[in-house]
């Protein structure tokens, strides 16, 4: 079992960044990705963005390129995603995930985060 705890969501103004955490404890070795999601009110969950476990590649959603970074602290276990110029459309619950077996936006994530709510006002 992996264990995810989100933190870091909050209420901010457009334009403004956030960062989000994601510390993860239990059997981390047999993460091979780690991802973002993110689900707006009244929306499906989506994806936003993901990294492999060792760092080396990551992945984004096209709406948050250029804005958003996806990195994670190996030492700590700790993934984190750096929010900028951020849009009331950025809205919504964030989960963190972990996948055993693959990871981006068509892996299986087999563990999930409680989510952390961030707002974005106009």
């Known amino acids: 079992q992996v264990q995810l705890v989100e933190s870091g969501g909050g209420l901010v103004q457009a334009g403004g960044s956030l960062r989000l955490s994601c510390a993860a404890s239990?059997?981390?070795?047999?993460?091979?990705?780690m991802g973002w999601f993110r689900q707006a009110p009244g929306k499906e969950r989506r994806f936003v963005a993901a990294?492999?476990?060792?760092?080396?590649?990551?992945y984004y959603v096209d709406s948050v390129k250029g804005r958003f970074t996806i990195s994670r602290d190996i030492t700590e276990n700790t993934v984190y995603l750096r929010m900028n110029s951020l849009k009331p459309k950025d809205t919504a619950v964030y989960y963190c995930?972990?996948?055993?077996?693959?990871?981006?936006?068509?892996?299986?994530?087999?563990?999930w985060g409680q989510g952390t709510q961030v707002t974005v006002s106009s």
């Open positions: 990294i492999t476990w060792r760092g080396d590649h990551t």
């Open positions: 239990g059997r981390t070795f047999s993460t091979n990705g």
């Open positions: 995930a972990a996948s055993r077996t693959g990871w981006g936006p068509y892996a299986g994530y087999d563990y």
